[in-house]
């Protein structure tokens, strides 16, 4: 799908105070290795990284709010629904997320939806490499990536079939929220 913004960015959405205490929420959640295609696979080359969830409604409907901003200010104009939780993401140095789609193959275990949205929120900004890279769409994702602004507190919004990664961390530990916004199947 082509859209005119691949990704809607908020800077500095959210203060420091209330990223240090979703980072003292998230490691407080059980982290494991993350996994891919569903939790069925360890993600060994893919994926690397730990993961853990938090279940927050004051939280979720924070981060609704810039969904719905985004969704309309990019032209996408998606009909979703609400998610029900919020992935807590901690990458360590060497660990990254290769290129990759958030779609799902298999809505017959997410009761028909389908991932349309997807939301990255940095929680830190003191570590170096972990940039997320989202495909430019010029000359898709081998070539020419735009890197997303990634400081602390900002929120990046995109389309969940738009391929993207995070580049390897070089210096300290990245934190992040992962959010998957489900709908209906596009038609």
Not at 16 to 33: A, V, Y
Not at 138 to 167: C, E, M, Q
Not at 171 to 176: A, F, Q, T, V, W
Request: charged residues 25%.
């Amino acid at each position: 799908m082509r859209v005119q913004h691949s990704a809607w960015v908020f800077d500095k959405a959210l203060n420091k105070q209330t990223c240090d205490e979703l980072i003292r929420i998230g490691e407080e959640q059980i982290i494991e290795d993350a996994t891919v295609d569903g939790g069925k696979q360890p993600a060994k080359k893919t994926r690397i990284c730990k993961t853990g969830w938090i279940y927050d409604p004051y939280i979720m409907d924070q981060i609704m709010e810039y969904v719905s901003t985004a969704n309309v200010n990019a032209g996408w104009n998606f009909d979703y629904d609400i998610p029900q939780a919020i992935q807590f993401t901690k990458y360590e140095v060497g660990n990254h997320y290769n290129w990759h789609r958030d779609t799902n193959t298999d809505i017959s275990k997410t009761g028909g939806a389908t991932r349309k949205i997807s939301i990255t929120i940095n929680l830190n900004d003191d570590y170096e490499g972990g940039d997320l890279e989202i495909d430019s769409e010029d000359h898709y994702w081998t070539k020419n990536p735009r890197k997303v602004r990634s400081g602390l507190g900002n929120i990046a919004v995109f389309p969940s079939d738009t391929y993207h990664r995070v580049t390897k961390v070089t210096k300290g530990i990245r934190y992040s929220l992962v959010v998957w916004v489900m709908g209906e199947p596009w038609r």
